[in-house]
Every structure is written in C-alpha cells, then in structure tokens.
C-alpha cells in the first residue's frame, strides 16, 4: 500500500496518519498544486492500520456529534476585539476563555516568510496573532503530537481550524482520558486553497510592488463587515510600498474561478449541522434578513454550541461577548457549507494546466483575473 485513499478527493491533508504511523513510514509529500498528500514507504510498513483507523475520512461518522447544536448571534463587547477580529470577535473570546486558566491556543499564523501554518500561544500576544481569516491551507506539520504532549501535563489545549483538521485531531487522540483536557473549535469552511498559489502570488506581488511582503491580510474591515465586502478586503503591503493596498485576485481565484481549493473541499464529509467540534465559529452572515435591526457594520460572529464542552465554553465567557439564540434555519441559508459542499468548474483541470504551464502571472492574464 502506498497510499490510504485511493482518489486525492478522499484525502484532506489532515496529517493524522502521518502522526500516528509508529514506524514514521509515512511522509506528507506536494502534489503539483502544492496541496500535502501522506505517502507510505513500504519498506518501513508493518500494515498495522493505525492509518486507517485515525483517518476523519473513513470515520466521519463516528467523530460528529450526533445532535444539531445551538446557534447564537454574538458580538463581543470591546470595540478593539471587534476591529482586530474578521467578524463578531467569538474567537478572542473562547480563546480568553483558556488563557485565563492557563491554557494553550493552537491557531493559525504566519510564519515569517507569510506561509499559513499551525503555532501554539500561551499570552495574548501570541493568541492575536490567531485573529484575523488566513484562506490558505495550514501547514499542520507535528502540532498534533506536541497537543498531546501538552495533554499528557495536565494542559488544557484549545485547538482551532478546519473541520477536516479538527476530525484529524480528534481522531489521532481517540478515546485515551487526555480528551478531556482537549477542546474543539472549528470554523464554517468554504475551503481550503492552495500553498503554492499563495506562494506563487506573493512573488507576483512583490514583483509588481518592488520589495518583500511585510503585511498580509486577507480579510480587514477597511470597509464595512457584510458578505458582499468580505470578497473584496484582500489587503496586502511590501517593503517598497508607503501604505497596504488592497488586491481582488486571489478571491478572484477563489470564489471566481473556484478553482485553486483542495480537491477533497468538492467531497467535503464536514458540511453539515453535526458538527465534529465542541463549538463552531463563522460570519452571521444573512441577519439583516431575519432582524435587520441586529445588523453592525463593525461584525457579528455566529456560534454553534454542539455538545457539553460547548456550553462549557459559552457560561464562561457570557462576561466578555452578547449572545442571543437564534433559529438554526437562519444560518443554514445563508452558510451554504452547512448544507453541502463546493462544487468545482470542469475547467479547473485546465487551469492549473495553464499555472504550472505558464506561471501564475500569464494564467491570471488568460483567465482576465486583474487587480
């Protein structure tokens, strides 16, 4: 056997088979689109499964809770976490929650070269480094071992990112009593795109600008917080450049072309109200259809609380954030990825034909994707 799945779309680069093989016969390696793939050296395998048993594809089933959760609008109640957070500020929130018993955040950051990668923070320095959406697929790399390091001390860990990463996770520590020191957070996710797209496009980037990259943000409130503006928030700044500048190409390539996400986001398993985390968070996108007086240009959160450890979560943070239940109805029409998956061109194929053919730069030109 050299590989778990048999098609890429059965995969989703959770990584926790590669931190479970007790031979490290398994190796993440690219694909041409830059997305992790776990590969099997044969001559290390003792064919003991463990691969299998851990992997949140095969077991999607059993790792979701097996109750739709509660659905709450929130809004945090400083206004500083409302402009430093993508929506209502529910993760600074939650993550307080831990900091202040001298827990753990596991989130996601940039690492000095601007790649997306997955980091631990014990001080809110650390955790706001978490804030802020980052559209690129992480680089696990052994955060799940170091997790349950942290576990094996008696730590609590607030761990948070995609579904597929939180199956991978909760499926990697199982059944063992160092669960009940883990807790979940995962977010509503549209997909995940590509690591080599976004290295490709920082090189555009500076080559236009002049320089290095220096800030990236995918998402800012520059303008007001609605769907329509999300799309359009992609700020960025180099080191030649005087002030951050925005740029639509990249979701232009991602919610335009739908092209450049990884190809198990088109069968996601995680794309319903059976959540696999403690608790979810997202955009409450859609309010001003349902209360439009609840509507504020400044963000608003949606949180699912799917199980005990959620409401945990919820009593203790009640200080620091309003919330109100809402129907789940509400969300579920406006959060198509709790419905169903993303569906991809047939065209995507061509493309990235045309990036590893071209580069990046002339296949943006042939696709009409400008600034």
């Known amino acids: 056997m050299e590989y778990i799945f048999e098609k890429k779309e059965d995969c989703c680069g959770c990584t926790a088979c590669y931190n479970i093989c007790p031979k490290e016969a398994i190796k993440m390696e690219p694909d041409r689109e830059g997305f992790l793939y776990p590969k099997i050296d044969q001559s290390l395998c003792i064919d003991c499964q463990l691969c299998k048993k851990v992997c949140p594809v095969i077991n999607e089933k059993s790792l979701k809770n097996k109750i739709e959760g509660d659905f709450y609008l929130s809004k945090h109640k400083s206004e500083d976490t409302l402009k430093n957070s993508t929506s209502g500020g529910a993760f600074t929130a939650i993550s307080d929650v831990f900091l202040k018993e001298g827990g753990i955040i596991c989130g996601v950051d940039f690492d000095d070269n601007f790649c997306v990668v997955h980091g ?41 990112g995609t579904p597929c990463q939180c199956a991978g996770l909760k499926a990697f520590i199982g059944n063992s009593p160092l669960k009940e020191n883990l807790y979940i957070c995962d977010l509503i996710c549209h997909s995940v795109t590509s690591p080599f797209i976004w290295e490709e496009l920082k090189k555009v980037l500076e080559k236009e600008n002049g320089g290095t990259i220096d800030e ?77 007086e609840k509507y504020d240009k400044r963000g608003l959160s949606l949180v699912i609380v799917n199980n005990e450890k959620g409401k945990e979560i919820l009593n203790k943070m009640k200080n620091d954030i309003e919330m109100e239940k809402r129907k789940s109805s509400e969300s579920v029409k406006h959060q198509q990825r709790l419905s169903y998956p993303i569906s991809y061109p047939e065209t995507r194929g061509e493309f990235w034909d045309s990036v590893i053919e071209l580069g990046l730069e002339e296949a943006m030109k042939k696709y009409k994707i400008f600034k």
């Not at 990236?216 to 450049?241: E, G, I, P």
Request: include cysteine; hydrophobic fraction near 35%; glycine fraction near 6%.
């Open 120 to 160: 631990m923070a014990e001080t809110k320095e650390g955790r706001d480094r978490f804030r802020f959406s980052k559209y690129v697929q992480s680089r696990l790399g052994d955060i799940f071992p170091k997790i349950k390091e942290k576990l094996a001390e008696g730590r609590k860990v607030l761990f948070s």
């Open 216 to 292: 990236v943000h995918f998402r800012t409130k520059k303008l007001d917080w609605n769907r329509t503006n999300s799309n359009k928030s992609f700020h960025f700044s180099t080191t030649a450049m005087n002030e951050v500048q925005g740029d639509e190409r990249f979701y232009k390539m991602f919610f335009g072309l739908l092209s450049i996400s990884r190809p198990s986001c088109s069968a996601c398993r995680f794309t319903d109200t059976h959540r696999v985390s403690d608790i979810t968070i997202a955009d409450y996108f859609g309010i001003e259809e349902f209360a439009p």
